[in-house]
């Protein structure tokens, strides 16, 4: 069994910052992608930000330069730091990370339960 949870929405002003956390727990020998993605209301779900294990950090344009991505490996934990907030970063952020279970030989994906942020203006 996995659980992933996360935390750290809220509402904050533009130009504020928040920071997001997604901790994945259970049967796990490994964790290769961790990534966060968000949806706002009538939009797809869009992949902000992501981060493989021993890789290379990948943003979507629209965050580059505020947004900010990092895992601890030890405590199975993937952070969004988000600085510089906009109205148009308002939307349900959701964290996913590509888990290999204890015995197991293939690699499943598994999404948090999601986490609103809300950026007025």
């Known amino acids: 069994q996995v659980q992933v949870v996360e935390s750290g929405g809220g509402l904050v002003q533009a130009g504020g910052s928040l920071r997001l956390s997604c901790a994945a727990s259970g049967n796990i020998f490994s964790i290769n992608f961790m990534g966060w993605y968000r949806q706002a209301p009538g939009k797809q779900r869009e992949l902000v930000a992501s981060i493989p294990r021993g890789g290379t950090t990948n943003y979507a344009d629209s965050v580059k330069g505020r947004f900010t991505i990092s895992r601890d490996n030890a405590k199975n934990t993937v952070y969004l730091q988000m600085n510089s907030l906009k109205p148009e970063d308002t939307a349900v952020y959701y964290c996913?990370?590509?888990?290999?279970?204890?015995?197991?030989?293939?690699?499943?994906?598994?999404w948090g339960q999601g986490t609103q942020v809300t950026v007025s203006s």
């Open positions: 996913n990370v590509n888990i290999r279970e204890r015995g197991q030989i293939l690699s499943y994906s598994y």
